[in-house]
């Protein structure tokens, strides 16, 4: 009867086969081929296919999913003139490839700078030498990227992915593709792989070198791999990590409902400019629609975006008909291009402007502006009670008393809700000592007077809306905290942004709150020392007569950018 194992015998049993385990598979005997599998080294998931009978057939690859493909059987598999092989990419890699489709929009018989353009894109993040082939008898073409040295592999193919996207050259099957591939996510004890790619210069395969003119070359392995060596040391590795980091870090922060969110919004923009013109008064939005469009997902700037914003808008439909701008369109096209790069950012990169305006204080303390708004709402609220009061006309009622001191306060019923203890009847208490104290002040100051020369250290919004007893109404469309029909809502956020703030304008530069804006038109108008009339004559000047309360969101955006660019030049005078 054997005798039974202790556990140090069976640890001493299993030793030997984990040690067999990390023993690197035997290459071949043919140096051709120990170079091959040294390029190529990862066994996993590779696909093998029979040479279709004819070139115009796609190969039925099949994936070999029950044993890694050992080095000895992928040289065999690469010699057989019947048989295809490809492999995947493992944590590390020596090599990318660009994959161009027969049919391509980018093939070189369909566009002639294609390649010196991707090649040109590939030098921004240090790639400075590929390899060109034919893939096969279709007449596709793979660029192949060497490397001096292993890099991540997932970080070279967000570096390609995010390289190339940023040159307008968008991955898609069957047009551009990355090799290796941006793969999913995989859950826990999941694993995912990259797609995986055809080895090149088989036997009866239609592989060949070519030359920068599309001419073929000698295509033995041999001098394949002289092509290989000489384009690793052109390679700037330095560049190259840098770049990864980069697109890394830009990564990490997209996920699949933003990237659906960014979609959506790019649909509606695009809808936006093929609709153009419908009637008049649409020239701001437009121009700004379209400038937001070229900077977001066009990676537009300077002249470039100036120009793109004014052609588009000429070729749009309805700009003879409506648009009453045409005379002044160049210029109201670099304006536009100024405003929207200060305010968005393309896609993919990092917000260009802090988000959080507040504003200080004498002292330099920082408040925030909502509170601001909520504390000056108070008190011209009591200065309206105590108005009132001595006149002799604060009503009783809680309705009339509620109607009268939103009229003199200039502010909604609303905002009154939020400070009923300052005048509701059941929970106000008027004291005599004031009333006192306030009728021994000089009567001659009529209550309106009183509150037009209430020190006040910014102009309030109320300021812009039309008098009189439409003053409550339309302070609803943008109240104390900001918000109103279209006002309020948070747009579609940007991949790479973090999560946003209540106050955020979030991804692509969509605005949400108004409350930032709203403040920065409010520190101008008080830095060019405006009255209220100059302010109301300056807006009907540049929005066609329209008021401060009529203006639509991308109206105060443009304001606010006229409102800045007057108080430089003031300054410059």
């Not at 043919?30 to 093998?48: K, M």
């Not at 208490?429 to 306030?438: G, K, L």
């Not at 807006?539 to 105060?556: N, V």
């Amino acid at each position: 009867m054997p005798r039974k194992q202790t556990p140090a015998c069976r640890s001493q049993a299993i030793a030997p086969k984990r040690a067999r385990q990390r023993l690197p598979e035997p290459l071949p005997r043919d140096p051709l081929g120990q170079r091959l599998c040294q390029l190529f080294p990862y066994p996993w998931q590779a696909i093998v296919a029979p040479i279709p009978p004819d070139a115009s057939q796609k190969p039925a690859w099949q994936t070999l999913t029950q044993y890694p493909l050992k080095p000895r059987s992928l040289w065999t598999y690469w010699q057989d003139a019947a048989q295809l092989v490809g492999v995947r990419f493992g944590p590390t890699t020596y090599h990318g490839l660009i994959d161009l489709d027969a049919l391509s929009l980018h093939h070189p018989t369909r566009d002639r700078q294609a390649l010196a353009n991707i090649r040109a894109t590939l030098a921004s993040i240090g790639i400075h030498q590929t390899i060109l082939l034919r893939s096969s008898w279709n007449g596709g073409l793979h660029l192949y990227i060497p490397l001096p040295e292993a890099v991540p592999t997932f970080g070279l193919a967000v570096a390609l992915k995010h390289c190339l996207e940023a040159h307008h050259l968008p991955l898609q099957a069957g047009q551009l593709e990355v090799f290796p591939n941006v793969k999913r996510y995989s859950k826990a004890g999941e694993y995912s792989e990259y797609n995986a790619h055809r080895l090149p210069l088989q036997p009866s395969s239609g592989s060949f070198l070519l030359s920068d003119t599309l001419q073929p070359l000698p295509s033995d392995l041999p001098f394949f791999f002289q092509q290989w060596d000489q384009a690793a040391a052109a390679q700037d590795l330095e560049q190259l990590h840098q770049a990864i980091a980069a697109a890394k870090r830009q990564h990490q922060y997209r996920s699949y409902n933003r990237r659906s969110n960014t979609a959506l919004w790019q649909q509606e923009l695009e809808t936006e400019i093929e609709q153009g013109w419908t009637g008049p008064g649409q020239t701001n939005h437009l121009l700004k629609t379209i400038g937001c469009y070229g900077v977001v997902f066009q990676f537009l700037s300077g002249a470039a975006l100036s120009h793109y914003i004014e052609h588009t808008a000429i070729k749009s439909p309805g700009y003879r008909e409506w648009c009453q701008h045409q005379h002044e369109i160049s210029r109201r096209a670099q304006e536009w291009a100024t405003a929207v790069e200060n305010y968005y950012w393309p896609l993919g990169t990092s917000p260009k402007r802090d988000r959080s305006l507040r504003l200080t204080t004498a002292a330099n303390n920082i408040v925030n502006f909502n509170q601001k708004r909520a504390e000056e709402a108070q008190a011209r609220i009591r200065q309206a009670v105590l108005a009132l009061t001595q006149q002799g006309q604060l009503p009783d009622r809680p309705t009339a008393r509620a109607q009268a001191i939103a009229s003199l306060a200039q502010c909604s019923h609303t905002t009154l809700q939020k400070h009923k203890k300052l005048w509701h009847p059941e929970r106000c208490v008027i004291e005599p000592q004031e009333t006192v104290a306030a009728a021994s002040q000089p009567p001659a100051v009529e209550p309106t007077k009183a509150l037009e020369e209430a020190p006040r250290e910014e102009l309030h919004t109320s300021a812009y809306m039309k008098g009189g007893g439409h003053d409550a109404v339309l302070e609803k469309q943008i109240n104390s905290n900001g918000e109103g029909p279209g006002r309020g809502e948070t747009s579609f956020p940007q991949p790479w942004t973090l999560p946003p703030e209540p106050m955020a304008i979030a991804e692509g530069g969509a605005i949400g709150d108004l409350s930032d804006v709203i403040a920065g038109i409010q520190i101008q108008v008080r830095r060019l020392g405006w009255t209220v009339e100059q302010a109301r004559q300056f807006i009907a000047d540049h929005f066609d007569g329209k008021r401060r309360s009529q203006l639509t969101d991308h109206e105060l955006l443009y304001l606010l950018y006229r409102l800045r660019t007057d108080t430089s030049s003031e300054a410059k005078n």
